[in-house]
DNA sequence: CGGCACATTGATACCGATCAATCGGGGTGG
DNA sequence: CCACCCCGATTGATCGGTATCAATGTGCCG
């Protein structure tokens, strides 16, 4: 099992078309289960998206660990519930938001996600995401990335540099959409 | 906790702007944790789509079952990866697949889980899905899955009727969707 | 027999893909 | 140190797949 550290990871599949899928991306904090025993053959791929330190845990200090620290059990156990969320909260952006609402919905996400592992500053935030990276992460193309960024920029919604996202106006950001944190929220309630 | 015995089900979200998007199918045998302890709110919710029998689990039965059977605390376990495995599939598919490779890739998911639990029979097996309800699994329209539909059965790949489907040439449907039966393997590879 | 939900088909509009070209910036080699 | 080069960003023109709107057909159930 890893836990990534430092620095961005993603999931993705290659179809035979050879168009790229990603399915999550790991940011610092976030464990990458592999489950390399477990399965005869792997169904996608993780990579690292920027210079990234990873920690290796193996599957016997796992075990005494989650056994001997319930807490951290239970932490686990809610880390994989809040995964659950952020992917069933993909699939509904995939399938019945815009490009507009799925990029805003994504960077929703990514923002809180950083904030609650303290990367974010003044509404604003680290994202080493290409648009190309973006594109595959949202099912379109990275000219229309583009275009949909541009539009965001000009709306004074949020906008986009290289390395770095600022959300010059959040609410209306979560407006365009239509972000419901609950899923999020689920590792804040879980700390006290 | 709750386990559909009979009957399908499935998870969904209301957006909105009143559409829905399906995230899950949900059959027998399959668990659906609510996890309704745990959460503040729900973000989606489960609805039963044909009349259906469910068991429910409490949460110390639960515990006590896993505790004192480990092979039975492994086998929710690969379920959970089978379920994380699906979810990773969908979202593909949303992102990468066309309409028709995503209505075929469905039926391929559908009928290996059907098979699974033994309710398939010589190239055919039940499926009691409205046109509707497909639509808002796959993000798609009713009115443009009849049309692939119609596609789908001229081409000579599959045929939908009410309440079932037909796997006419289960190699071209297999083409067509571009399925890769890894992620759904697990849980045969699970079994000894 | 009537009503209702789902299935089917046609015509048209629009979002996002595709193709193509240019721009910009940061790293590398000379 | 500078010129080159390459990848990512940007913009324009056009095409195509799905959505949308609208109407009709069909089977089931009360």
Redesign the pocket.
């Known amino acids: 099992m890893f836990v990534v550290l430092e620095g961005w990871a993603c999931r993705y599949k290659i179809l035979p078309t050879g ?1 790229r899928q990603i399915m999550a991306f790991l940011m610092p904090g976030d464990a990458c289960d592999l489950h390399v025993k477990l399965l005869a053959e792997m169904d996608h791929s993780i990579q690292a998206i920027t210079p990234a330190s990873v920690a290796i845990v193996s599957k016997n200090d796992m075990a005494a660990l989650m056994q001997q620290h319930p807490n951290i059990a239970a932490a686990m156990y809610s880390a994989q519930l809040v995964d659950e969320g952020v992917m069933r909260a993909w699939i509904v952006s995939m399938g019945r ?6 990029v805003a919905h994504l960077i929703c996400e990514l923002y809180l996600r950083a904030r609650n592992i303290g990367l974010t500053g003044n509404g604003e935030f680290p994202l080493p ?7 595959d992460a949202l ?12 539009n965001l920029r000009l709306t004074g919604a949020m906008a ?3 390395g770095g996202v600022t959300l010059l106006d959040p609410v209306k950001l979560v407006q365009i959409a239509g972000f419901d944190e609950n899923y999020l929220h689920r590792r804040l309630r879980q700390l006290p």
Chains 1, 2 share one sequence.
């Open positions: 168009t938001r815009s490009s507009t609402e799925r995401l290409s648009q190309l990276v973006l594109a099912g379109m193309t990275p000219v229309h990335i583009n275009r949909v960024l541009k986009l540099k290289r």
